[in-house]
């Protein structure tokens, strides 16, 4: 009698759930495709400024996968105008379960996708220490070499709460 192996899933680097039908990570690869499948995704957030990686691309476009790209990369742009409307349409797609199952991610599921997340935390009602708390693991000990952007864009206690618009302004 011979037993087949199970296939091992792995998930993206810094791969953890968010909320219920949320999740965040860094840029998947060709070994996360098997485990994304499994989530039955529908909508994945890449927030960064470079091109959207070609295995990746295919991966979305052979499974149906709605992509939206915004590049707040450059944390110091989200306290504009157009970089809080940014945020907010972000904000948007993420709370409309419509597009559940989501995907939020950077390249290393560190800096940006910890701001946004810390955003829907908020709306969620967590503290400002659970927050940051949560943005620091993301970042490790030093803070990443990108930094955590919770850290660096926003120690500033009011700061997440100017930043927050209420679910009904969405």
């Not at 390249?107 to 709306?123: E, F, P, Q, T, Y």
């Not at 970042?139 to 709460?161: F, H, K, M, P, Y």
Request: proline share 5%; glycine share 8%; aromatic share 8%.
């Amino acid at each position: 009698m011979t037993t087949k192996t199970p296939k091992v899933l792995v998930p993206p680097i810094n791969f953890s759930l968010v909320s219920r039908g949320v999740y965040r990570s860094g840029h998947p690869n060709r070994k996360n495709f098997p485990f994304l499948l499994g989530l039955s995704l529908k909508t994945i957030i890449y927030l960064e400024s470079t091109t959207y990686r070609p295995d990746s691309q295919s991966f979305v476009d052979s499974s149906f996968i709605a992509l939206h790209t915004y590049d707040i990369s450059d944390e110091s742009k989200l306290f504009t105008p157009k970089g809080k409307q940014v945020v907010e349409d972000i904000l948007r797609l993420v709370l409309d379960t419509r597009n559940h199952p989501l995907l939020i991610h950077d390249d290393m599921g560190k800096s940006v996708v910890s701001v946004i997340c810390a955003l829907v935390r908020r709306m969620e009602r967590w503290s400002l220490t659970g927050i940051f708390a949560e943005g620091d693991m993301f970042a490790g000990q030093a803070g990443g070499s990108e930094g955590s952007g919770i850290g660096e864009a926003g120690r500033e206690v009011g700061l997440i709460n100017q930043m927050t618009p209420s679910k009904a302004d969405l």
